[in-house]
C-alpha cells in the first residue's frame, strides 16, 4: 500500500530538462558547453523554475550516447567551454589558428545538427595547446598551478590513472574502445599495465606527459563543472542528473574488472550490472558527481528493481535513502517504484498522453513524486486530435494553426497541473520549438538561452510563465496551498 503524502506549496517544485549538447551559443564551435549551462540556470531562474535537469555529462565516443559513456567517472570533453578567455592556459592566437584551420578543413557547419567527431576533434586540439602551455609554464615548474592539479589528481586517484591508460589505448586504436578488438599486446587490463610499463622503462618522460594530458582535461572539467554548481546554488537552482545502475562494456571500469559484472539487455543496448558490492560501486559515482549535482535520477527503473531482487547491496541501498548525495525526491520514487512494480511502465519517469488528449499514466505514476514530461507531445497530439484541439481551443481561444505564445502556455499550464511534486519540462517546450533531428545525440537546437531572453515577447512570456508556476504552486511565493494527494 502506498501512502499519499499531502502536496503544499513548500514541496511542490518545477524544473527544466535540456541535452548540454543540443544548446546553441555564440561561439560554441558547434556544441553546448559549460557556459551555455550558465545561461540556462539564469534562464531557469528568470522564470521561476527550481531545478536544472542534463543528460549524463560523462565522455562518449561511439554512438554519443549519454547513457554508454567510456567512464562513468571521467566528463566529456566536448561539453568544456574552450574559449582563451576561460581556459587560463590557452592563448589567444592559438585558438584563433586552430579554430580557423578546423573551419576551412571542414567547411560550412550544419546549424542543425552536431559534427561530433570535429567537434571534439577540435576542442582536444586546442585542450592539447592549452596542455603543453600549462606543461612548460607549471607543471615543469612546480608552481600553485601544478600543485592543485597533483591535488586533483591524489583526490581522484581510484578511477583517475586507469581512464588515463584506458584513454591512451584508445588513441593507440584509433578512438576505438572496443577493447575486445584491440591488439593482443594490450587487450586485456592485466597485459595493458605491462605494455604501459614496458613504455614507462623506455620513455618515461613522454609517457607520463601523454597521460597528464587526459588528467588535464579531467581536471578542466572538474573545474568547469564545479563553476557550473557555485552559479546554480547563488540562484538557487538544483541541478540534476541521471545515474544508471548499469555500465558500457566498453568503458574503463568493465575494462579493468569484466568479472566483477554481467552483461545485460536493457532498452535495446547492452549494458553490465556490477554484481559485487554494488552499495559501495554506486556511492562512489555519486561522491564524483556529487560535486556538481544536487539530485539523481535513476532512469532504467525496471533493471534497478530486478536487482533488488538479487542484490542485498542494492536493497541496503535503497534502505538507507535519502543520504548526502541523493535527494528525498529520488529516494521517494525509487521506493513507490519498488512498492508498485506490477504497474510500472517501462519508463516510469516518463508520462505519456491517451489518444483522447487525456493525461492517463499507469497508476503507480499518479503516486510518483518526480515526473518528467515535455509539451512536445501533447503538442503533436493536439496537431493530431480534433478533440483535444477543440478542448483547448474552447479553453484558451488558442490558433489551430500555429503553436503561438498562447498555446505554448496554455500546453504548459496543462502540465504543471500533473499532481507530482516535481514536474519538469523540455527546453523545446519551454522554448516553444519543434525540433526533429536525425540522431537524439546530434540535436541542435534553433534557440540559444540568450536570444530566448533578449526576444521582443520574453517579458511577458515570463511574467504569464510565473503566474502558472504560482497557479499550480509551484513558485516560492504561490498564494495557494493544494490540497490534493500525490
Known amino acids: 500500500m502506498i501512502a499519499n503524502f499531502p502536496t503544499t506549496k513548500a514541496t511542490r517544485s518545477a524544473g527544466l530538462e535540456v541535452p548540454v549538447f543540443a544548446i546553441p551559443r555564440d561561439g560554441d564551435l558547434g556544441c553546448g558547453d559549460t557556459q551555455v549551462v550558465h545561461e540556462l540556470i539564469d534562464l531557469a531562474h528568470a522564470v521561476g523554475l527550481q531545478s536544472l535537469t542534463v543528460l549524463p555529462i560523462q565522455e562518449t565516443v561511439k554512438g554519443n550516447d549519454p547513457a554508454s559513456p567510456i567512464s562513468v567517472y571521467a566528463l566529456d570533453p566536448i561539453l568544456l567551454d574552450v574559449s582563451p578567455w576561460t581556459l587560463d592556459d590557452l592563448q589567444p592566437a592559438t585558438y584563433d589558428e586552430v579554430t580557423q584551420t578546423s573551419a576551412t578543413k571542414s567547411g560550412a557547419t550544419n546549424v542543425h545538427g552536431l559534427a561530433y567527431n570535429r567537434v571534439k576533434k577540435v576542442k582536444l586540439d586546442l585542450l592539447w595547446q592549452a596542455f603543453e602551455h600549462f606543461w612548460e609554464a607549471h607543471f615543469l615548474k612546480g608552481s600553485i598551478r601544478a600543485r592543485d592539479f597533483h591535488r586533483f589528481c591524489h583526490r581522484e586517484r581510484k578511477w583517475l590513472p586507469d581512464y588515463c591508460m584506458y584513454r591512451m589505448l584508445m588513441d593507440f586504436e584509433q578512438g576505438h574502445e572496443s577493447w575486445e578488438n584491440w591488439s593482443k599486446d594490450y587487450g586485456r587490463y592485466e597485459e595493458?599495465?605491462?605494455?604501459v610499463a614496458a613504455i614507462s622503462a623506455k620513455k618515461p618522460e613522454a609517457l607520463e606527459r601523454q597521460l597528464a594530458f587526459y588528467a588535464y582535461v579531467q581536471w578542466i572539467a572538474d573545474i568547469q563543472w564545479r563553476d557550473v554548481r557555485a552559479h546554480a546554488e547563488r540562484l538557487d537552482i538544483r541541478l540534476i542528473t541521471d545515474l544508471h545502475c548499469g555500465i558500457s562494456p566498453h568503458c574503463a571500469e568493465f575494462f579493468r574488472e569484466p568479472g566483477g559484472f554481467r552483461l545485460e539487455t536493457s532498452e535495446g543496448r547492452q549494458?553490465?550490472?556490477?554484481?559485487?558490492?554494488?552499495?559501495?560501486?554506486?556511492?562512489?559515482?555519486?561522491?564524483?558527481?556529487?560535486s556538481i549535482f544536487d539530485e539523481f535520477r535513476i532512469p532504467d527503473f525496471r533493471q534497478t528493481i530486478r536487482q533488488v531482487n538479487q542484490d542485498e547491496g542494492l536493497k541496503t541501498f535503497i534502505d538507507r535513502l535519502p543520504n548526502p548525495h541523493v535527494s528525498e525526491t529520488t529516494a521517494s520514487t525509487i521506493r513507490i517504484a519498488w512498492e508498485s512494480l506490477p504497474s510500472l511502465s517501462m519508463e516510469s519517469s516518463q508520462l505519456w498522453p491517451a489518444?483522447?488528449?487525456?493525461?492517463?499514466?499507469?497508476?503507480a505514476n499518479a503516486q510518483m513524486s518526480f515526473s518528467s514530461f515535455g509539451a512536445n507531445s501533447l503538442r503533436r497530439l493536439w496537431a493530431n486530435d480534433k478533440t483535444f484541439r477543440r478542448r483547448l481551443k474552447n479553453q484558451w481561444a488558442v490558433n489551430p494553426k500555429s503553436y503561438d505564445l498562447k498555446t505554448t502556455l496554455a500546453l504548459l499550464h496543462k502540465l504543471f497541473q500533473y499532481p507530482a511534486k516535481h514536474v519538469q519540462i523540455s527546453y523545446l517546450d519551454l522554448a516553444g520549438l519543434e525540433n526533429d533531428p536525425e540522431s537524439n545525440w546530434l540535436a541542435r537546437y534553433q534557440k540559444s538561452p540568450r536570444e530566448i531572453m533578449e526576444d521582443p515577447d520574453w517579458g511577458s512570456f515570463r511574467e504569464e510563465f510565473r503566474k502558472i508556476l504560482q497557479q499550480t504552486s509551484r513558485l516560492d511565493d504561490s498564494p495557494e496551498k493544494p490540497t490534493e494527494s500525490e
Open 271 to 290: 549494458t553490465a550490472v556490477y554484481e559485487g558490492n554494488l552499495l559501495g560501486h554506486l556511492e562512489h559515482r555519486l561522491r564524483r558527481l556529487s
Open 192 to 195: 595493458a599495465r605491462q605494455f
Open 355 to 363: 489518444p483522447n488528449g487525456e493525461l492517463k499514466p499507469p497508476g
